[in-house]
Every structure is written in structure tokens, then in C-alpha cells.
């Protein structure tokens, strides 16, 4: 193991080579943490030209604000719902594509090119079919006799951004899981053959175990998915709409600093976000990880 | 009654590729029969249409009298060792064992005692609690010989399984195999392009080419009464020595550069004379001549390489390619040497369809 350490005869040289990283980080990371985290004890004027240290403030008022109570609670259902929803489809879909023996590229570029889609176009498309007046789907539920209504109702329009983003998610978690599925070797998918009939049964004890890895990795990124991609869809969507229903963390964060004008809240959000997402991923390494064979 | 019996079966891939040319054959319950041929002979194809891994395109396969070619890999009551082992890497060697029970719903007990029995037998009783990444190739190789095993099927299909071996090991797995074999008794089919493999573990060898069998026999008997010519320089390392004769009279063929060899005795007013052949003689059958010996044929000398056990010596016998096997080594300066052999040990093929020319 020693060994792999490749030594420098200068000591100051590989910090040289890692320092445009680090200056990365640090400028468009490190820098606007720290003054996110400044920002947040202070109240500010609206037109930046005064601010005031007030403490816990901006945190007690978040805390005790039901709406942002609520948009904690939106976020955390609608980001499990996303990732679960997209990497459940996504893995049938690439264990049907996997199956498929003619013209399995075909099918694969098919599910795969909604990637190259950005969430706000993904956002206005849907807008146009899902709307009132001109939209084919909107009429389609109502005359199923569903009230589909989403600028009205907040289930509607939950449904409605849920589905859009799982929708633009699906062909990221295909690609991963039709590679995770590659790898598992023929000859295993074949001894598994011979030792189990049962087609279903052999998935969940062979297949599934064996991408596991691939799911994990792929669940920590469709959970920051869910979380902070999401933002193009619900801002060319609902804006939060109906009564901000629709609102989740990260758009609550865009509509109080820049709507509003409330830095200071806006930053303290962030932070509440930020250390969030850091524990949710500590878990995930921690508990879940630990489960996964390899 | 035949433990397995494959009738005229055929395999043609959908790209038109006939890997597999009307294969019969037939097993006995207990024996060990080797398929070797060399790589893109069908052999593979043959064990896995056998195993339901590949659909047959035509023919029958019938397991202890029942036909099996239709029904899933699983219920052919047959299980397989893989050429990279294919062990589930996230089941422990327990698991790995025990899975194949489990699926067919044998009870806890069973599993535990069958896998216990089968892990004591292979020497693996310290490690069931191991994944296989935890595991060295020889004792991956026993894992899945032991998930075999322990499912006691009707027959056990063993697909080049010794080639990821390092030599040594592969030596002392070859042993273990056959004696594993001899205590259980299960009719099993080994597939391997190592003659040496195919040797010493078959009872019967099966030699395949473009998906056709060329021989089927004991070992013993392929390798001294080879059917053809692609068997003939097949088997045995270094191969047969092969000549263009001419059969000139009752008991003597001219070789291109006008040297005679007499017939074999029993082979004698059996070739009519002009006919044209292919005279084969093994390299260990040919030796240099001795003290003042006659010489039958003349040797040109050429490179010569030393194995330890013995010496190969490389040269032309009318203009020939030609190997001599020698038991030891000496230096040879001379251009010409003189070579001798027992008439006995000559085998004749038909120039034109390669078929043996036998005594009979």
C-alpha cells in the first residue's frame, strides 16, 4: 500500500496541482455558504442598504411560520415520491428493455432522449398539455370525469409537478440500471437459471441484490434531484400555486429572497436546506450503504 | 437405458451459424464423458441445449427416459459448474449452496445437512460463512461444485470449468473432479478443449468438429485408433506426423521423394496398389537409429527442443514437416539422421475424405 503514494521531490507541488479545484470550490462553494450562513443572522433592508444583526431571529420566525412548516413537510412526500416513482419505473423499464432481444437500441434510445430535455421545457410542455384552455390531457381527465383542475386544486397540481419530474428523471435512473444490469454476468443470470424456475423470484433475489449499488447511487441523486432540479419545473408550472401548495424548499428559498426581498430569511432557509441535505446523505451512506453487498 | 440421450440434435443461430450438425448420443447412468474439439466446434452449444440455456433448432433430448428439451433449465433436474465459476457474489458459500434447495422447497434441516455433508467433502466447512470475493480461484471452483452437488441431480454438466486455473491447481482440481465423480456416481458431461483434461478424466471421449462428432470412444482408443485425420493430429501434443504416400504394390508405398515404407503386415494386399494416401505416425513411435542399424526413412535435422522428460526434435522427412519425440537428449550435428519405427504403429487415411483406412 505504501507503495501507491507517489512522492514529490517538491512538497509545495501538489498542492498546485489541486488549486484550481480548491479555487473552484471555494469561490462558488465555500463563499456563498459562509455568507449564506452570515447573511442569516441579519436583517436587511430590502434595497441593501442597511443591515441589522438580529440573532436566532430569522430561524425562530421560520420555525414558527406555518407555511414554511408546510413547503418542509412538500418537500420531504414530493421528493420521496419522485425518487421512488422514477427509479421504480425506470428499473422495470430497463428490466423489460434488457429482456427485449430485437431492436433493444431502438427502445433504449427511445426512453433515453427525454434526457436531453431542460426541466423549464419539460415545464412549459407539460404546462400546454395539462392546460385549461388548450391542453389535450386536461380534457382527457375531466371527461374520465376526474375534476382535474391543478391552478385550483393542490393535489391536482402536486400530481401534475410529480409527474412531470419523475417523468424527466426516468431516463437517467434507465441508463444506470440498464448498465447495472449489463454487468451482472451472463453466467450468473444462467446458474441462476438453473437453480430457480421462478422468474420473479430470481429478480428479487439475484438481480435486485446484484444492482444495488447502482440503486443506491442512483437514490442519493434523485433525492438532490427532487430536491433542487426541480425548481424549472415548478417554476414554469404552478410558481407555487394553488396558495403555496406547491411550494418546496428550494423555491420557497428563490420566492422570499428574490421575490421578496428578504435576504436574511432567504439565507437562513438556505442553511436549514443545506444542513438537510447533509444529514440526509450521511444517512443514506451510513445505514443504507452498509446494507449493500459487494 | 440411457442416463442422457441426445437424438440428431441441431442448433442453428438466427445469424444462420450451424453450430450444432445432427448430434446423436447416448450415455450410460455413472459414466463421465468428455466433449472436447477445438474452440467453435459446438462443444459449449452441445452443453448448453443440454442445460436449457440455448433452444434447441431440432432433435430430442431425453434425461433417464423422459423428454427434457422443452422444459425450463431448472426442471431438468441437471445442475452445471461454469468455466468463471458464476458464483452469486453477494450470497455466502452457505447460500450459494443452499440456494437452489430453497427453490425447489426442501426443508431447513435438509438444506443444512446436505450442504454440511457436501462443504466437509470439499474442505470448505471453515469458510461457508464467506462471500466468494472472499475466496481463492481453487476454492471458488469448489463452491461451485459444491452447489451441484448438493442438489444430487441426474446429471452434471461441467462447462471448461478448470480453464480459469493456474496449472498446478488445475492439475490437483482434475484429480478431485474424477474422484468426486467416482464416490457419487452421477453421469456427468465435461467440455474442454485440454486434451490432457479430456484424457485423464473421460471414460468416454466424444470428439467434435464444426459441430459434427468425428469419434466417440475410450480414450485409449481415440488416441491409437484416431477415426480420421482431424482426430488423428487432434489429440496428442505434438501431433501426428502426417506424409503423402503412394501405395506402389502389395506391401510398399513411395514416399514424394522416392523413399519406401513398407505396409504393415496386416495392412498387406488390404490398399490396392496406386491408390494415394496419408501415412501418419506419432512423434514418440519414430526413433533415430542405433549403432549401425538400417535406416528406414532419412531425417533431415532441424531445431531441437529440450522438455527435461524428454527431447523434441523438429526436421523434413521428404520434405515434410516432421517432429521426432526422443526419451533423451542428445546433441545432434549431423544434417541427416536415419529413423526407424514399427510397421505397427502407422496409420493410413484416405488422402481425399480423411477416413481412417482400417484393417478390416
Given at each position: 500500500?505504501?507503495?501507491?503514494?507517489?512522492?514529490?521531490?517538491?512538497?509545495?507541488?501538489?498542492?498546485?496541482?489541486?488549486?484550481?479545484?480548491?479555487?473552484?470550490?471555494?469561490?462558488?462553494?465555500?463563499?456563498?455558504?459562509?455568507?449564506?450562513?452570515?447573511?442569516?443572522?441579519?436583517?436587511?433592508?430590502?434595497?441593501?442598504?442597511?443591515?441589522?444583526?438580529?440573532?436566532?431571529?430569522?430561524?425562530?420566525?421560520?420555525?414558527?411560520?406555518?407555511?414554511?412548516?408546510?413547503?418542509?413537510?412538500?418537500?420531504?412526500?414530493?421528493?420521496?415520491?419522485?425518487?421512488?416513482?422514477?427509479?421504480?419505473?425506470?428499473?422495470?423499464?430497463?428490466?423489460?428493455?434488457?429482456?427485449?432481444?430485437?431492436?433493444?437500441?431502438?427502445?433504449?434510445?427511445?426512453?433515453?432522449?427525454?434526457?436531453?430535455?431542460?426541466?423549464?421545457?419539460?415545464?412549459?410542455?407539460?404546462?400546454?398539455?395539462?392546460?385549461?384552455?388548450?391542453?389535450?390531457?386536461?380534457?382527457?381527465?375531466?371527461?374520465?370525469?376526474?375534476?382535474?383542475?391543478?391552478?385550483?386544486?393542490?393535489?391536482?397540481?402536486?400530481?401534475?409537478?410529480?409527474?412531470?419530474?419523475?417523468?424527466?428523471?426516468?431516463?437517467?435512473?434507465?441508463?444506470?440500471?440498464?448498465?447495472?444490469?449489463?454487468?451482472i454476468p451472463k453466467a450468473v443470470r444462467e446458474a441462476a437459471a438453473l437453480d430457480c424456475a421462478n422468474e420473479r423470484r430470481r429478480f428479487w433475489t439475484i438481480t435486485f441484490p446484484l444492482l444495488a449499488p447502482t440503486g443506491f447511487f442512483l437514490l442519493v441523486i434523485n433525492i438532490t434531484y427532487a430536491f433542487f432540479d426541480t425548481f424549472g419545473i415548478i417554476d414554469t408550472l404552478t410558481q407555487g400555486t394553488p396558495g403555496g401548495r406547491t411550494t418546496t424548499l428550494v423555491y420557497k428559498v428563490y420566492q422570499d429572497g428574490f421575490l421578496g426581498a428578504d435576504l436574511?430569511?432567504?439565507?437562513?432557509?438556505?442553511?436549514?436546506?443545506?444542513?438537510?441535505?447533509?444529514?440526509?446523505?450521511?444517512?443514506?451512506?451510513?445505514?443504507i450503504e452498509r446494507k449493500i453487498h459487494y | 437405458m440411457g442416463a442422457l440421450k441426445l437424438s440428431s440434435i441441431e442448433k442453428t443461430y438466427p445469424n444462420g451459424h450451424r453450430a450444432v450438425r445432427g448430434v446423436s448420443l447416448e450415455i450410460e447412468p455413472g459414466e463421465f464423458l468428455v466433449l472436447v474439439g477445438p474452440s467453435g466446434c459446438g462443444k459449449s452449444t452441445i452443453l448448453r441445449t443440454i442445460a436449457g440455456l440455448e433452444q434447441l433448432t431440432g432433435g430430442e433430448i431425453h434425461i433417464a427416459e423422459e423428454r427434457v428439451d422443452e422444459r425450463l433449465p431448472a426442471k431438468r433436474d441437471i445442475a452445471m459448474v461454469f468455466q468463471n465459476y458464476a458464483l452469486y457474489p453477494h450470497m455466502s458459500v452457505y447460500k450459494n449452496m443452499a440456494y437452489g434447495l430453497k427453490n425447489r422447497g426442501v426443508s431447513k434441516e435438509e438444506i443444512n445437512s446436505k450442504v454440511t455433508e457436501a462443504a466437509k467433502m470439499l474442505q470448505l466447512t471453515d469458510y461457508l460463512e464467506r462471500k466468494p470475493s472472499q475466496l481463492s480461484g481453487g476454492q471458488r471452483q469448489r463452491v461451485a461444485m459444491g452447489r451441484a452437488m448438493v442438489r444430487s441431480p441426474k446429471l452434471f454438466l461441467f462447462d471448461e470449468p478448470l480453464s480459469n486455473l493456474d496449472a498446478r491447481l488445475r492439475a490437483e482440481?482434475?484429480?478431485?473432479?474424477?474422484?468426486?465423480?467416482?464416490?457419487?456416481?452421477?453421469?456427468?458431461?465435461?467440455?474442454?478443449?485440454?486434451?490432457?483434461?479430456?484424457?485423464?478424466?473421460?471414460?468416454?471421449?466424444?470428439?467434435?468438429?464444426?459441430?459434427?462428432?468425428?469419434?466417440?470412444?475410450?480414450?485409449?482408443?481415440?488416441?491409437?485408433?484416431?477415426?480420421?485425420?482431424?482426430?488423428?493430429?487432434?489429440?496428442?501434443?505434438?501431433?501426428?506426423?502426417?506424409?503423402?504416400?503412394?501405395?506402389?504394390?502389395?506391401?510398399?508405398?513411395?514416399?514424394?521423394?522416392?523413399?519406401?515404407?513398407?505396409?504393415?503386415?496386416?495392412?498387406?494386399?488390404?490398399?490396392?496398389?496406386?491408390?494415394?494416401?496419408?501415412?501418419?505416425?506419432?512423434?514418440?513411435?519414430?526413433?533415430?537409429?542405433?549403432?549401425?542399424?538400417?535406416?528406414?526413412?532419412?531425417?533431415?535435422?532441424?531445431?531441437?527442443?529440450?522438455?527435461?522428460?524428454?527431447?523434441?526434435?523438429?526436421?523434413?522427412?521428404?520434405?515434410?514437416?516432421?517432429?521426432?519425440?526422443?526419451?533423451?537428449?542428445?546433441?545432434?550435428?549431423?544434417?541427416?539422421?536415419?529413423?526407424?519405427?514399427?510397421?505397427?504403429?502407422?496409420?493410413?487415411?484416405?488422402?481425399?475424405?480423411?477416413?481412417r483406412i482400417d484393417h478390416g
Open positions: 500500500m505504501a507503495n501507491k503514494r507517489v512522492q514529490f521531490s517538491h512538497p509545495i507541488i501538489p498542492y498546485l496541482f489541486i488549486a484550481p479545484q480548491m479555487l473552484i470550490i471555494a469561490i462558488f462553494f465555500i463563499w456563498p455558504a459562509l455568507q449564506a450562513a452570515y447573511l442569516s443572522f441579519m436583517l436587511e433592508d430590502p434595497w441593501g442598504m442597511s443591515r441589522e444583526f438580529v440573532g436566532l431571529e430569522n430561524y425562530q420566525y421560520l420555525f414558527n411560520s406555518a407555511e414554511y412548516l408546510y413547503s418542509f413537510g412538500f418537500s420531504i412526500v414530493f421528493s420521496a415520491l419522485v425518487a421512488f416513482l422514477s427509479l421504480g419505473t425506470a428499473l422495470i423499464l430497463a428490466v423489460k428493455a434488457n429482456a427485449v432481444l430485437h431492436m433493444q437500441s431502438t427502445y433504449r434510445v427511445l426512453i433515453t432522449w427525454v434526457y436531453a430535455i431542460a426541466p423549464a421545457v419539460a415545464g412549459i410542455t407539460a404546462y400546454f398539455i395539462f392546460n385549461r384552455h388548450i391542453g389535450v390531457m386536461y380534457d382527457f381527465l375531466n371527461s374520465l370525469g376526474w375534476q382535474f383542475n391543478p391552478e385550483a386544486d393542490a393535489v391536482d397540481a402536486s400530481a401534475l409537478l410529480i409527474l412531470v419530474s419523475v417523468w424527466k428523471q426516468i431516463p437517467v435512473n434507465f441508463v444506470f440500471f440498464l448498465a447495472g444490469l449489463q454487468g436574511g430569511l432567504s439565507s437562513a432557509q438556505s442553511v436549514v436546506l443545506m444542513l438537510l441535505v447533509l444529514s440526509l446523505t450521511f444517512v443514506q451512506f451510513r445505514f | 482440481m482434475r484429480l478431485e473432479i474424477k474422484q468426486l465423480q467416482r464416490k457419487l456416481k452421477t453421469t456427468s458431461v465435461f467440455v474442454t478443449h485440454d486434451q490432457v483434461e479430456a484424457m485423464t478424466l473421460a471414460d468416454r471421449l466424444v470428439v467434435l468438429n464444426q459441430g459434427e462428432i468425428q469419434q466417440v470412444g475410450t480414450p485409449k482408443e481415440v488416441y491409437h485408433q484416431p477415426a480420421n485425420i482431424f482426430v488423428a493430429t487432434f489429440l496428442g501434443a505434438p501431433a501426428m506426423n502426417l506424409f503423402e504416400a503412394r501405395v506402389t504394390s502389395a506391401n510398399e508405398m513411395t514416399l514424394n521423394d522416392g523413399q519406401t515404407i513398407q505396409l504393415p503386415a496386416e495392412m498387406a494386399n488390404r490398399v490396392e496398389p496406386g491408390r494415394n494416401v496419408t501415412v501418419g505416425i506419432r512423434p514418440e513411435h519414430l526413433a533415430l537409429t542405433q549403432n549401425g542399424q538400417r535406416p528406414l526413412l532419412n531425417f533431415e535435422t532441424g531445431l531441437s527442443e529440450e522438455l527435461g522428460t524428454s527431447q523434441l526434435l523438429h526436421g523434413k522427412i521428404a520434405g515434410t514437416d516432421c517432429t521426432l519425440n526422443l526419451p533423451h537428449f542428445d546433441q545432434h550435428s549431423e544434417d541427416q539422421l536415419g529413423v526407424v519405427f514399427e510397421p505397427k504403429h502407422l496409420h493410413l487415411f484416405d488422402v481425399e475424405t480423411g477416413k
